[in-house]
């Protein structure tokens, strides 16, 4: 699939767990600061540790999500594909990056820059509050299962 076969930006928002609350404003909104980007098979989409100066829509392809656990070695938090968000628990959180996203072939993905993102959604104070929420946990399921994996059987 190449970027001009996949679904129009809004529609993509719109059918987002993240941003389908919008209204109509708010999605058009996020359709202007939206941008394409293309990655290349093994190539880095977000590093584990870096600041969270953006999130991600992946629209085509699939990524890995790995990240460090205490004893220094790489865990596998799994694999995304079409539709999943991804880098947003620091965005929402100010922490961070918790793990890295890594394209897994060829990968589009939707990329929102968090300044621009954080001032659409100062006008949704109830939505920015549950995104807030949602990217705590996430933060605290990703320690969870990096723990789990050193604890002995």
């Known amino acids: 699939m190449h970027g001009a076969d996949m679904g129009s930006t809004e529609d993509i928002i719109s059918g987002s767990s993240l941003f389908g609350r919008l209204d109509g404003p708010g999605r058009r909104r996020m359709t202007s600061i939206a941008q394409r980007v293309q990655l290349s098979a093994g190539e880095l989409l977000c590093e584990e540790g870096a600041p969270a ?43 961070p990056r918790t793990a890295s996203v890594r394209a897994l072939g060829d990968v589009w993905v939707m990329k929102f820059a968090r300044d621009d993102v954080m001032e ?21 399921d990703t320690l969870t299962r990096l723990l789990s994996d050193d604890l002995p059987e």
């Open 53 to 95: 100066d953006a999130f991600f829509i992946i629209m085509d392809g699939d990524v890995s999500i790995r990240s460090t656990d205490l004893s220094g070695e790489e865990t596998s938090l799994g694999q995304l594909g079409s539709g999943a968000v991804v880098g947003e628990i620091g965005v929402f959180t100010g922490s």
């Open 120 to 140: 659409i959604l100062s006008g949704y104070p109830e939505i920015l509050a549950d995104l807030r929420r949602l990217g705590l946990q996430r933060s605290e």
